[in-house]
């Protein structure tokens, strides 16, 4: 039986992928040649770029569209090779198909709040704390060995393009959008040219720790990790590219939050103008730069002095 239609393009995917009824036969079908949930409660998960529903609050199904389909090899090598308390259990993988190959996870259902929603209500404190818990797993991260993960591009040579082809596309963003001043574009651009890397040997890094991904619950006064959801964008890359989804979005900004994390990760990096350099370098070279610097205008880190506010 056919439930879902051949979509080929991102205005196609838009009109169904939160379509909890479209979905749900899908969803139940899944479920019970995995031995999951019973599929009685379907919820849309929050809207991003792959299709995912909350079962009975005890399974998260996600499906990821044709034109993603490298996510989900990526994320499910993360899944196999994390044994985190942090993230969710890898309860199934597989292909369900219907008119085309639609891959799926199926991951155990983790309660809590997105951090964006939350942010403001979390003391300063309580913020340091869960930097420091995060800083500490991402130090574990970078670690780990990437010679053998097949899902992922390893060869430095392919990361220096990408890189380069980043920045060029952020440029010309940036100039057609119209808000940076010509003559700031042209230093940027001088910047990249000159920029040269600090030895650092490519790590496995999420790349896109959002104010979105961090789930929180509140337990006796204070906020904790529940989870770190969405690997789709893991990444084999330097770790600076790591701190830009985490200063501009997951720490809000919040120096003495940011700066906590960084310690924890490593507690002899300093945040000074060689490290603030680096910020703008890696902020132009992100996937999604333009937006960044649309959205944070003006680009400033003066204020993120990692001796202020710290216990």
């Known amino acids: 039986m056919t439930y879902l239609p051949d979509v080929q393009t991102w205005s196609e995917w838009g009109q169904i992928f939160t379509d909890v009824a479209l979905w749900r036969p899908v969803i139940t079908q899944i479920c019970q040649e995995q031995g999951l949930a019973l599929a009685q409660e ?23 569209p044709p034109q993603v389909r490298q996510d ?35 991951l155990e259902f983790r309660p809590g709040q997105p951090i964006r929603e939350v942010f403001a209500q979390i003391a300063p404190q309580n913020r340091r704390a869960l930097a420091r818990e995060l800083g500490g ?12 993960l ?20 952020n440029l010309a963003k940036l100039e057609e959008m119209g808000f940076v001043p010509k ?74 939050m ?13 945040i000074d103008d060689a490290f603030r350099q680096q910020m703008l370098v890696y902020t132009l070279r992100h996937q999604f730069g333009a937006e960044i610097v649309q959205l944070v205008w003006p680009l400033d880190l003066a204020g993120c002095n990692c001796d202020s506010g710290r216990d």
Request: charge should be negative; glycine fraction near 4%.
């Open 258 to 270: 940011f700066c906590e994390l960084l310690h924890s990760y490593d507690p002899a990096l300093v």
């Open 150 to 169: 097949t899902a992922f591009n390893v060869d430095e040579r392919a990361w220096q393009a990408r890189m380069a082809q980043y920045a060029a596309r």
């Open 137 to 148: 797993l991402l130090r574990q991260l970078h670690a780990l060995p990437v010679a053998g």
């Open 72 to 106: 989900y090899q990526r994320e499910l090598a993360v899944y196999r090779l994390l044994d985190w308390p942090q993230l969710p259990r890898l309860l199934a993988a597989g292909v369900f198909h219907d008119r085309i190959d639609w891959p799926y996870l199926a």
């Open 183 to 256: 003559a700031t574009l042209v230093a940027w651009a001088e910047l990249l040219q000159d920029w040269r890397e600090r030895p650092f040997p490519l790590c496995l890094i999420n790349a896109d720790l959002t104010e979105d991904h961090l789930l929180l619950v509140a337990e006796d006064g204070q906020w904790r990790i529940s989870a770190l959801i969405d690997w789709a964008d893991a990444d084999v890359n330097v770790p600076a590219y790591e701190w830009i989804a985490l200063w501009y979005s997951l720490c809000g900004q919040d120096a003495a």
């Open 42 to 64: 379907v919820v849309a998960g929050y809207p991003g770029t792959c299709a995912v529903f909350v079962v009975d609050e005890a399974v998260v199904v996600k499906l990821y």
